[in-house]
Structures are given as C-alpha cells and as structure tokens.
C-alpha cells in the first residue's frame, strides 16, 4: 500500500510531532507548530548538521545573524530586483496561481473557467516590514524579513574571518529562520512561508571552487545516507542553465545541483538541498554597495583576493520531512497484527530509550524504573511511561520510534536485579543486569 499525506498528517498529529498552527482559531494556512516530539525529531536533524559540518572540521565556525538587516543588504544580493514569481488570478473566482505552474490557456484549475486568467505579474517574495512605530512616507524605515540566511554570512565575512583567524579554504555555518511569502505554499510542512535553513558558504581560492564544489555535493549527499535515509529515495540534479539563479549564471561558476527525494506523494523527486557555486558575486556586490573592501589578504602570497562561494543549502524542515517519511513503516508482525514503526536512525530518534513499569500500582517496580529512567537522562533523551499496558507501549513507542524500550518486572525487584531490553526493529528482547544497562543501551545507540 503506497503511503499517502494523510498517513503522515495523522501520524503527525496524533502522536505529537505536528500541529496545524493556530488550530483552535481554525489554522493559518500553510503554518505549522512543531509539538513535544516534532521539537525533538528536528533539533536532532539541525544538531546532527552542526556536528558534522561544523564541530568534526577544522575549516569551519559558526553564525548566528540577525533576520532582520540593513534593506541595502537585499538590493545588493538581487532580492529586491530578481527575487519573485509570475502571478496569475482568475478573474471568476479570484483563485491565485504561479504563471509557470498553470497553462493559462486551459480553464482554471479552481473554478474551470476558461480564457480567465490575468496578465502574469511579477510577485516580490519578501515579506515586508517597517522599523519603528510609525510608516514613514517615503518608505525609508521599510525593512525585510530575510529570505535567506546567507546574506547574514556574506555581510559578516571579514568579522568572521577576522576573529577565527582561518585561512582559505573556510566555511561558515548558520541555521536559522527565513521567510517567503509564496504564492502556492503546500505538501504539508515541505514549503512554507515561515521555514528554517541550515547554510553554508564555503569561501575559496577560484582555482580551487570547481574541485570544492564536486566535493561538497559528495559530503552532502553522503551526509543523508549517514543517517539512514534510503538510496533508492536520493538524487542528484544538475540544474539547466535556464533555470539558474542570478548569483549562478556567470560562466566562472559551475552551477548548481540538487539533492532531491522522492516524497511518495509527489510525482517528481523534490529538492531538499541545493549546493551552488556562487563565484564571487556576493562579497562582489557587498563591497560595491556598502563601499567597503572586502576581500581576504593572503599573507604568505602578500596578495588581496575575493573569494568564489561554494554554497550547501538545505531546509531543515524538509529535511525533516524526508527523514520521518523515510523511516515510516506499516509491517505485519504475525497474521492480522499490523504494527506502524518509525525506524529512524538513533541520532535522529526524538525519545531514544522508554523505562516502562509493568506495573505502576507497585511502588518497588515504580521505583527502580524511575530510578533507572532518571540515570539514562544524564546521558540520553530518555522517557518514562505507565500509561498502558506493556503491549501498547510498546506499539506507542514503535510508532514514535524509539529504538530501545526498557521493562521494569516482578523478576527485577525479587529475583535477578534485571530489566528486559527490546529492540525496535527486531523485536527481539534480552535481559540485561541492572548495573549494565545504561552501558549497554549507550552501545547500542551509539551516539
């Protein structure tokens, strides 16, 4: 049975990874509230970036910018300029579309209307704001929310570079929010107007940007793989030159690839990351518009050069997404038993061990458990639950994918001072001594 949207929702929301945002004011489309273990499933994604393209290299450090910037900032950057969509309405029911994902001489996808779309328009994806608590007239306290990350980067490259001290090739890392008022939001928590980015831009010698880029779309690709997402479900995609944004076009720069998944409800693999070569355009365009020389200054070759940009984009909450998908699995454990099994990578896994009483009404079982539980919590996202029977804990937390479930019994307190470990995909248990099992559950994890 194909896996559908509505599986993912009600998963979702049912178990407590997704929520429609405002929903008790009826939602706000295209907005999502990430709930007690979405919160979790997505710092794990966004720490397991960190971990790898930041703390395991040494040409790599940290940024956190502020969303809102100098607007020169996205003149400079060709957002103001280049950033938007062609717009069409129908002029019978008003319905909104992109111009280039509609055939406009065929009837309204909406209503069916025929010959009824508007003139395509340009439509400006950033989302405007204004600075202070009045509008001035003539715009000059308008300011935007950032449609990037990137532009907090390229801006903050001498004070980066300066405090790191780090000599070309270097990277500097960000996460954080962005914004885009997109005419066709959907797919669930795939695009969205309010999302979160995790960039890099890689600054090197231009000589060297064609080697680094094919590299880090290797190191990105693999990167997804680590973590146990299928190979079947990734892709690479070279982007066609018509399709390249501005900062891409030059013949200096090698392009653009995508990695893509294919989301078992779309029809096409769909891009969760973009790794781009940017040449030097945005340190270019920054030093032009602010007036300030930017550039970095080779010591040993005594020289001054702007450096080229590889750029490894992707979208933390798509990312998401295609892990949570990717581990969804509906299995017949014996004749007419189905269980649902999230069987994430336990990096990713919101809650990586459940203590689980067999029985809460007696207090010496109760108290190893919770003993054992808060022992565990030093050292690893652990939960404690007493709130069914042990069989339906057990599928609760398969379906929230927790690797290992600890089982506290009448056996622990009065015969052999152990506890019973199952393994999520196995199913197997084994009993395992009181006082070795947070080393042996920390083993199994491995993280």
């Known amino acids: 049975m194909a896996l559908k949207m509505e599986d993912i929702v009600s ?49 790599m450090v940290g940024l956190d910018s502020s969303i809102l910037m100098h607007p020169k900032i996205w003149e400079a950057s060709g957002h103001v300029a280049t950033f938007s969509d062609p717009l069409v309405d129908c002029k019978k029911c008003n319905a909104r579309f992109r111009a280039d994902h509609v055939d406009v001489s065929a009837p309204c996808p909406n209503c069916g209307a025929k010959d009824s779309f508007t003139e395509p328009r340009n ?23 950032r449609p990037e990350t990137a532009q907090g980067i390229f801006v903050n490259f001498l004070n980066a570079q300066n405090t790191s001290r780090k ?33 890099i ?24 793989l680590s973590l146990g997402m299928k190979k079947e479900n990734l892709s690479l995609r070279p982007h066609e030159k018509d399709e390249l944004a501005h900062y891409a076009q ?9 990695i893509e998944y294919q989301f078992p409800f779309m029809s096409e693999p769909a891009e969760l990351e973009g790794i781009a070569n940017r040449a030097d355009f945005d340190l270019s365009q920054h030093a032009k518009f602010s007036g300030q020389k930017i550039a970095y200054f080779d010591p040993e070759r005594n020289e001054h050069i702007v450096p080229y940009v590889i750029e490894p984009s992707a979208g933390a909450d798509r ?4 892990f949570l998908v990717d581990a969804y699995h509906e299995e017949e454990v014996k004749p007419g038993d189905m269980r649902t099994v999230l069987k994430f990578h336990p990096k990713l896994a919101p809650i990586k061990v459940a203590v689980l009483p067999l029985a809460k009404n007696k207090p010496p079982i109760v108290e190893v458990a919770k003993r054992v539980k808060a022992q565990l919590a030093k050292k690893t996202m652990a939960q404690y639950d007493d709130t069914a029977a042990i069989g339906k804990l057990y599928r609760r937390q398969d379906e929230i994918g927790t690797p290992f ?13 152990a506890v019973t470990v199952r393994d999520r995909d196995t199913m197997l248990q084994e009993r395992v001594a009181l006082d070795q099992v947070e080393k042996y559950v920390l083993d199994k994890l491995d993280v």
């Open 319 to 322: 990312a998401t997404l295609a």
């Open 405 to 417: 479930c600890i089982t506290v019994d009448f056996d622990t307190v009065e015969k052999d001072n």
């Open 201 to 224: 831009e890689y600054f090197c010698r231009a000589e060297d940007a064609p080697r680094l880029h094919q590299e880090w779309i290797q190191a990105r690709y693999e990167w997804y």
């Open 11 to 59: 998963l979702c929301k049912r178990r407590g990874f997704v929520f429609q945002s405002s929903e008790i004011y009826g939602g706000f489309a295209s907005c999502w509230d990430y709930g007690p273990l979405g919160v979790e499933l997505k710092r794990n994604v966004k720490d397991a970036w960190w971990q790898s393209v930041v703390r395991e290299r040494d040409d």
């Open 250 to 258: 030059s013949e200096a720069s090698t392009g653009t690839t995508d």
């Open 123 to 145: 439509f400006n994806l950033m989302f405007k704001t204004s600075v202070g608590p009045v509008d001035k007239e003539d715009g000059s306290n308008i300011a935007y929310l």
């Open 167 to 199: 000599k070309l090739p270097f990277g500097i890392a960000q996460i954080g929010k962005a914004f885009r008022n997109e005419i066709t939001p959907g797919n669930f928590t795939f695009r969205t107007r309010e999302f979160e980015q995790m960039e």
